[in-house]
Nanobody
Framework: QVQLVESGGGLVQPGGSLRLSCAAS????????MGWYRQAPGKQRELVAA???????NYADSVKGRFTISRDNAKNTVYLQMNSLKPEDTAVYYC??????????????????WGQGTQVTVSS
């Protein structure tokens, strides 16, 4: 069993900042990549930012220069620092992890896991 627990969402005014956190727990053997996706009402879920275990990052064009993704490998935690927030950033933000779990003995299974989502609302 793996759980991804997100925190840090909320209501913020345009131009403000928020920091999202996502902690992974359970029978984790190795985490290959973690990331943040978002889904606004009536729109498809989209990638916001991702980071590999080695620290390579990838950002959506719409957030480059405003958002920063980072991770603490020792804590199995990923962060998303969001600055200069805009109303169009309003969405439910989901944490994602590409990881392998210990099944039994040396048997590992690699899969994709999602958090429950946290609401970010940017409004005056």
């Amino acid at each position: 069993q793996v759980q991804l627990v997100e925190s840090g969402g909320g209501l913020v005014q345009p131009g403000g900042s928020l920091r999202l956190s996502c902690a992974a727990s359970g029978s984790i053997f190795s985490i290959y990549a973690m990331g943040w996706y978002r889904q606004a009402p009536g729109k498809q879920r989209e990638l916001v930012a991702a980071i590999t275990s080695g620290g390579s990052t990838n950002y959506a064009d719409s957030v480059k220069g405003r958002f920063t993704i980072s991770r603490d490998n020792a804590k199995n935690t990923v962060y998303l620092q969001m600055n200069s927030l805009k109303p169009e950033d309003t969405a439910v933000y989901y944490c994602n992890a590409d990881l392998s779990t210990v099944v039994v003995g040396t048997l590992r299974v690699r899969d994709d896991y999602w958090g429950q989502g946290t609401q970010v609302t940017v409004s005056s």
